[in-house]
């Protein structure tokens, strides 16, 4: 059954193609139409179809529109009631259902030859928990949705047995903790729907003082639900201009919503437990990225083992759609392999990327020996390989690399990107020294939890360690990503830490790297040292110096 999943209506539009049950591709429309997020969610861009994305997976896959057996749309607009009847100020959502119930139309005429008639809607809340329960490596799970909202409802809690799930709690609106995070952020001087992980950041830097006066605006109800809604925020402290300074007010606002989430979370997930006994906990929506709460979920919480969908937001619904869909048709889907799930090119078609730029490369024995030295020298490498990721972290594939030994290069990397100073950039370090260094949940694959720095290794890798001593790193298996794995071998050779600076391969307010184009482009506008693009290495310092004696 070949199936294609569609994400579009409030934001992070994307495409997942499954067939037979197997994943075999899925993109974020933002890494073909290079807008951030692929939209902005508001009613008037709900009509928008990731048509990229989606003529993508059809081409990754030799099929047609006319080919396809289902489409599934990640949200069902008959569960949808007023947005005045849900508490929600948004005057304009009615347009928004509007265009949810033409989806089908609107995928038809983006994709030629496909029958409307195939289309079939998703409920919002249940693509999520597919993405999770059923991409995950667990077939009987727990699993818990948070979000911003869906139709009616922010949350959902049920448990997946092989292909069924069966929801046992869902959380109408307008109460909301994904809605609460995004009106901090916005409060904070940050865009909404889009730089929530920075207030995460912050709060690192703050103290949770507020902690006991929020807690009468958030927290859970005891019976799988929440209260999430009308916070004060200006009685706490001044709103943040955007550009300006931010505060230990600021800060201390940070912290303290962060730490009443994560009491939330802890009181729900505890009684998910009691009620389906699973020793698995798989997670998804928005919510479920915030890496600092999904910590003390694996540490503090009941369950044994945990999973957390690596495009854990509404890009992810595309894919749990599709395997949603698959499940009712009686398919028991395959576990997701990896997140590297987007475009890929051939070492020819890099070759002659590189030569239509007429920028001139180096073809090394390995590439791996190349990089490993260069960052040795202290170095800062674009790194540009194989399939891109699906989701919002870069996994080796799509990264910039720098020494972990060197404090400076935390204020070096935020320079080259031009984001805040406050944030972290985070390590890749390989498995099985993994828990020499940090401590915390491993395997962690997809850089979806933090771990503390143990003090030993704090002063040898600074410029991975955060301001409160922890680090969200992602492990890396040689049988997975073995290249990735000879390259920490390599420079761990040359200077005794098997830990590299790993953070994403864009500057700010732009998408990922995905294409070589990308890639060439940030190269070209970033101090960058070196481009190591398949196995091809193109260093700055012959590119500019070939360019200024011509």
Request: hydrophobic share 40%.
């Amino acid at each position: 059954m070949r199936i294609l999943g569609i994400n579009a209506l409030f934001h992070d539009p994307a495409a997942a193609l499954v067939i037979d049950g197997r994943t075999v591709a899925a993109a974020e429309e933002e890494r073909f139409s290079r807008r951030k997020h692929g939209k902005r969610p508001v009613p008037f861009a709900a009509w928008e179809q990731p048509v990229l994305s989606a003529a993508w997976c059809l081409e990754r896959a030799g099929l047609r529109p006319a080919d396809l057996d289902a489409v599934a749309f990640s949200y069902d607009p008959a569960l949808a009631r007023p947005a005045p009847s849900l508490g929600l100020d948004d005057p304009w959502d009615t347009l928004r259902q509007t265009y949810a119930r033409e989806a089908p139309h609107f995928l038809a005429d983006a994709l030629p030859g496909l029958d409307p008639e195939r289309v079939r809607f998703v409920p919002h809340h249940v693509a999520h928990a597919a993405s999770a329960a059923l991409a995950g490596p667990y077939r009987d799970s727990a699993v818990l949705v948070l979000d911003g909202r869906g139709e009616c409802a922010s949350h959902l809690a049920g448990r997946y047995r092989g292909g069924d799930l069966t929801v046992l709690a869902a959380q109408e609106l307008p109460s909301s903790l994904g809605l609460v995070y995004e009106d901090l952020t916005e409060h904070l001087g940050f865009l909404r729907s889009s730089d929530e992980y920075k207030v995460m950041a912050l709060a690192a830097y703050g103290k949770p003082r507020f902690l006991t006066e929020l807690r009468g605006y958030l927290h859970a109800t005891g019976d799988g639900g929440f209260v999430a809604r009308g916070v004060p925020w200006e009685s706490f402290t001044e709103p943040r201009v955007p550009g300006q300074e931010w505060t230990p007010d600021h800060a201390d606002l940070a912290a303290s919503t962060q730490a009443c989430l994560e009491e939330v979370l802890l009181d729900l997930v505890r009684w998910l437990h009691g009620r389906t006994g699973a020793e698995s906990l798989a997670l998804a929506g928005g919510v479920a990225l915030n890496c600092v709460a999904n910590s003390r979920i694996a540490e503090e919480g009941p369950f044994h083992r945990m999973w957390v969908q690596p495009a854990a937001g509404d890009a992810g619904t595309a894919l749990g759609g599709a395997l949603q869909l698959a499940a009712s048709g009686g398919r028991l889907p395959d576990p997701m392999e990896g997140a590297d799930l987007g475009r890929e090119w051939s070492d020819e078609e890099l070759r002659d990327w590189l030569e239509r730029a007429r920028i001139p490369y180096e073809h090394p024995p390995d590439i791996a020996e190349t990089v490993a030295g260069e960052l040795a020298r202290d170095g800062i490498v674009a790194w540009f390989q194989g399939r891109s990721e699906y989701g919002p972290r870069a996994l080796g594939h799509r990264s910039l690399l720098a020494h972990p030994g060197r404090a400076e290069n935390l204020e070096r990397l935020n320079h080259v990107k031009g984001r805040e100073e406050f944030r972290p950039v985070a390590p890749m370090v390989l498995a099985d020294r993994a828990a020499d260094i940090f401590e915390g949940p491993v395997p962690s694959p997809y850089m979806l939890f933090v771990h503390r720095v143990t003090r030993a290794w704090r002063d040898r890798i600074p410029a991975v360690v955060h301001v409160d001593g922890t680090a969200r790193i992602q492990t890396v298996d040689p049988a997975r990503e073995p290249l990735v794995a000879r390259m920490l071998a390599a420079f761990e050779r040359r200077t005794g830490l098997p830990v590299v600076v790993n953070t994403s391969l864009n500057t700010a307010g732009r998408p990922m790297v995905d294409d070589p184009r990308d890639a060439l482009e940030c190269f070209g506008s970033a101090p960058v040292d070196l481009l190591a693009i398949g196995p091809y290495a193109v260093r700055r310092s012959r590119a500019y110096a070939t360019r200024e004696a011509s």
